[in-house]
Nanobody, 113 residues
Framework: QVQLVESGGGLVQAGGSLRLSCAAS??????MGWYRQAPRKQRELVAISKGGIRIYADSAKGRFTISRDNAKNTVYLQLNSLKPEDTGVYYC??????????WGQGTQVTVSS
């Protein structure tokens, strides 16, 4: 049974920082990443770590950093220089080696102007 436990969201002023964490258990994961869903918008990729490669959305490049602790099966997302448009629910996403996909429950990030 795969379980994902997210933490680290919150309310921050523009220009501030947050660090999101997602602790996964129950399998070994080929990819771990983060998506977000802003109000009235579709869920979109923020960043993903797969096979040592890190992929970022254009909006995240230079401001967000994804990292992964394989020993702890945990993926982190450091959010710096936050903007009001970064507001949304951030979801942890993991993929197993046999192709299964799991989502976390989501953590709210709110950036005030």
């Amino acid at each position: 049974q795969v379980q994902l436990v997210e933490s680290g969201g919150g309310l921050v002023q523009a220009g501030g920082s947050l660090r999101l964490s997602c602790a996964a258990s129950g399998s070994i994961f080929s990819a771990m990443g983060w998506y977000r869903q802003a109000p009235r918008k579709q869920r979109e990729l923020v960043a993903i770590s797969k096979g040592g490669i890190r992929i970022y959305a254009d909006s995240a490049k230079g401001r967000f950093t994804i990292s992964r602790d394989n020993a702890k099966n945990t993926v982190y997302l450091q959010l710096n220089s936050l903007k009001p448009e970064d507001t949304g629910v951030y979801y942890c996403n993991v993929n197993t080696y046999d192709g299964l996909v799991y989502w976390g429950q989501g953590t709210q990030v709110t950036v005030s102007s």
